[in-house]
Nanobody, 124 residues
């Protein structure tokens, strides 16, 4: 049974940093894309960042502030979030996607497996 478990969320002041982790279990995901999405209050779920082999793809709103990375040996994906803003407040979800992977497909929310989410709150 595949399971994704996020951790690392919390309350932080604007300008601060957080590091989210997502550990996957149930199978190896080294060839899968791993991504982060978020859903803010009253908003739709939106793409944040994704990674397949190395390097990341980012939403414009987080470029230069967030960095995605992965450790295939640990089946874990990370999201380092710096210079946080109140508008980054959201529930952050990790997800994994198999099959044919393109940059466009990594930004699409049609992922195969999802975590339960972790709350990130940025105070002004």
């Amino acid at each position: 049974q595949v399971q994704l478990v996020e951790s690392g969320g919390g309350l932080v002041q604007a300008g601060g940093s957080l590091r989210l982790s997502c550990e996957a279990s149930g199978r190896a995901f080294s060839s899968y894309a791993m991504g982060w999405f978020r859903q803010g209050p009253g908003k739709e779920r939106e793409f944040v960042a994704a990674i397949r082999w190395s390097g990341g793809t980012y939403a414009d709103s987080v470029k230069g502030r967030f960095t995605i990375s992965r450790d295939n040996a640990k089946n874990t994906v990370y999201l380092q979030m710096n210079s946080l803003r109140p508008e980054d407040t959201a529930v952050y979800y990790c997800a994994v996607k198999g099959g044919i992977i393109t940059i466009a497909s990594m930004m699409d929310p049609s992922y195969d497996y999802w975590g339960q989410g972790t709350q990130v709150t940025v105070s002004s």
